[in-house]
């Protein structure tokens, strides 16, 4: 009788499927619930599809539909609640009471989407795998007691106990265990402000009523899903994109292959999804900027340092503030207890009240991620060196340079995966691979009087050196540095730092020296960097290098052009070029 009532539904019901389930199973909806990119699903693990693998989309959604609405399958049901819900709205269907799904309504229960948000944590220079910044979603609501609850979800790669080759090995070719978490709001957000000092940015999403729930009931599917990590093709930007997909529709056609946490944060703003927005500067942040907008003399810094401001101090606002930072990044980074930092903090709010109670700290110049420039470029670059002409393209999928526009970036950096250049030259009629770039991340951090800072560059590849004839030779470069920059009011950066680079052409070679040069910000987007790089190498040849490198850039919204000189010279040989670039920016 059961098989009966089954055959009975299946009649009635196929007219319309037969009609509806091709625009649906091709609905940008349902390719979001799948993560259906490119002809395929970026998810692998057998759990996320009904069978043993996924076929194609018909496939998946006739399977979903025949066993929940036709067979009534309680278990297929409770596990895939969004798919569910998703097919009922599209084909007007009778609903099915998911109180039945004990793991559901637990998850309900404890984790309630009343609200979300995505918010962005700033880049972390120290850390190459956060140069890029990391999103995660913020769900709010009352949860079964009453209780107003925010929980974060998030996906990321364990990297503490791996090495950094194999780190980069791992993350860009094999893939990486990924960690899919559901967490306490609060605490994952003091662990971006506090622990690794990235200010964050919340951006509360627009959501009806239903896409509040589709979006609950997906990120329940997913809870024991195992996926690959991968820090250029699938990375917490990937999959959290593909999770808003499943609301918001349009943003899977605002997907490319290579997706940025700032690709997310830009999408989104385009597409006026955003409700509110609410930024919380971390403490190094609110010190430089202070530090970079105000004059102190070296007496003030000594008595912030000793947090020695007092009532009997040469007081002003700026100056209380600039205290309270420090004794808050004292406080964040372990170096004073909570007592102690208490005790000050207390002290410092007295002072305000009494003398100051109507300043307030603005945060006006606080870098937007929603000003970011795009981070994908093709570049055409025309070179010519003596009576030599070069032609060279190159494709950047996923990076930004020293000279293109950083202004939305918390310090100048530079960071290239995966670029890939090649060369035509004018004497030898032939075209020819002439880089490839697996990663490389450049961090041109001020320092100050109060918290110091390193600058660094990290580099590996293939790619040009100079040889003791001032010739091309490529070949296998591991290229690093290390030192200091300063900033001289807001608009120049000079920096000094020691190079170490390898190079490996049938045999290694080593080259070690310095590198001085600056960096001036300019009216119109424009920029000029100026370095002077003097290279000693060694083991199985020795050349000692003078390189001088002039760059002017011109940047615009989507397009910039560079200029370049460079000027190399030996004890008994000198080579000039001049080039110029043609980007653009997608």
């Known amino acids: 009788m059961k098989r009966l009532h089954f055959f009975f539904l299946f009649i009635f019901f196929s007219p319309l499927i037969s009609q509806c389930e091709e625009k649906i199973y091709n ?64 084909l007007n269907l009778p609903q ?113 009523d239903y896409q509040l729930k589709i979006l609950q009931y997906h990120l329940f599917e997913l809870k024991e899903i195992n996926f690959k990590y991968f820090f250029h093709i699938y990375n917490c930007a990937t999959l959290i994109n593909s999770v808003l997909s499943v609301p918001y529709s349009a943003l899977g056609n605002e997907r490319t292959n290579w997706v940025t946490p700032l690709d997310v944060v830009r999408s989104i703003y385009q597409l006026k999804l955003i409700s509110k927005t609410s930024i919380t500067p971390s403490s190094v942040w609110k010190i430089k900027s202070i530090l970079e ?76 991620p929603t000003k970011t420039a795009q981070d994908s470029q093709v570049y055409l670059e025309l070179l010519q060196n003596k009576s030599n002409y070069i032609y060279k393209i190159g494709f950047m999928p996923a990076s930004h340079k020293l000279e293109d526009d950083n202004l939305q970036y918390t310090n100048e950096s530079e960071l290239k995966l995966g670029d890939v250049a090649f060369v035509y030259s004018n004497s030898n009629k032939s075209l020819k691979l002439d880089t490839v770039t697996l990663y490389s991340a450049t961090a041109l951090r001020p320092s100050d009087k109060l918290l110091g800072g390193i600058s660094g560059k990290f580099e590996f590849g293939y790619g040009e050196k100079k040889s003791n004839e001032l010739k091309s030779i490529h070949s296998y470069n591991i290229d690093s540095s290390i030192g200091k920059t300063y900033r001289i009011g807001r608009d120049l950066d000079t920096f000094l730092l020691l190079d170490f680079d390898l190079r490996l052409k049938k045999k290694l070679n080593v080259s070690t020296g310095p590198k001085a040069g600056f960096l001036l910000r ?29 760059i002017q850039s011109i940047n615009f919204q989507d397009y910039s052009i560079n200029l370049n000189a460079v000027k190399y010279s030996t004890k008994s040989n000198n080579l000039q070029s001049y080039a110029v670039v043609f980007k653009k920016i997608f």
Not at 40 to 69: C, R
Not at 528 to 547: A, P, Q, R
């Open 293 to 368: 907008s105000n004059n102190f003399d070296s007496e003030d810094i000594k008595l912030i340092q000793n947090s020695k401001i007092d009532q009997s101090t040469n007081l002003t606002f700026i100056k209380l503030e600039l205290a309270k930072s420090y004794n808050d990044y004292l406080f964040e980074s372990n170096i004073i207890d909570k007592n102690t930092w208490n005790l000050y903090d207390d002290k410092i709010k007295v002072i305000k009240i009494n003398k100051f109670p109507n300043n307030y700290l603005e945060t006006i110049n606080i870098k937007s």
């Open 522 to 550: 300019e009216l119109f987007n424009m920029k000029t960097i100026v370095t002077y790089n003097y290279l000693l190498s060694g083991i199985n040849s020795f050349l000692l290098l003078n390189e001088i490198n002039i």
């Open 27 to 90: 609905d940008l909806g349902w390719k979001a619930l799948i993560h259906f990119y490119h002809g395929n699903t970026d998810i692998q693990d057998s759990k996320f599809f009904i069978g043993t693998k996924f076929i194609n989309l018909e496939d998946e959604f006739e399977k979903t539909y025949n066993e929940i609405f036709i067979k009534k399958n309680i278990e297929i049901l409770c596990r895939f609640p969004a798919r569910y819900i998703f097919i009922q709205q599209k």
């Open 96 to 208: 099915i009471n998911l109180k039945i799904c004990k793991d559901l309504s637990e998850f309900i229960d404890k984790a309630p989407v009343e609200q979300a948000s995505l918010v962005f944590a700033s880049e972390n220079i120290s850390m190459p795998m956060s140069m890029m910044g990391h999103i995660f979603l913020k769900i709010s609501g009352e949860n079964i007691n009453k209780i107003p609850v925010n929980h974060s979800i998030s996906f990321f790669t364990d990297v503490d106990k791996v090495s950094f080759p194999k780190l980069v090995i791992q993350s860009l070719l094999t893939g990486m265990n990924g960690v899919y978490a559901l967490a306490p709001y609060e605490a994952q957000k003091n662990n971006y402000l506090y622990f690794e000092q990235r200010n964050i940015w919340e951006y509360e999403l627009k959501l009806d």
